[in-house]
C-alpha cells in the first residue's frame, strides 16, 4: 500500500488529507439510487482513508437514507481530486 498520491496538480496528498472529488469513476451497471449518491459525492471535500496500490485515494460520504445511514466509497485517480489547503 502505497503512503501518498497525487492530485490533479500534481500536489503530493497522503492518508488524513482532505481532496475535493472533481469527478467519480461511474459503472453503467448501477442502479438509480447509487448512480445518484455517487453523483452526489462531486464536490464534497473528504478525507482520504486509504491509497491502494494503483494510487486511487479512497474516500467515504456518510448518507442519510430512507433504510437508515449508507456507507460510499469511491477509489479516485488523481485527475479525480483536489488537495485541499489545511
Aim: net charge negative; charged share 25%.
Amino acid at each position: 500500500m502505497n503512503a501518498t498520491t497525487i492530485d490533479c496538480k500534481g500536489q503530493i496528498v497522503s492518508l488524513g488529507d482532505k481532496v475535493r472529488v472533481l469527478e467519480v469513476p461511474l459503472n453503467r451497471d448501477l442502479d438509480e439510487d447509487d448512480l445518484e449518491m455517487f453523483c452526489g459525492m462531486v464536490g464534497a471535500v473528504c478525507a482520504i482513508e486509504r491509497i491502494d496500490a494503483d494510487g486511487a485515494a479512497w474516500v467515504a460520504l456518510w448518507w442519510n437514507g430512507d433504510e437508515g445511514t449508507i456507507l460510499t466509497q469511491v477509489g479516485l485517480a488523481p485527475r479525480q481530486m483536489e488537495r485541499m489547503a489545511a
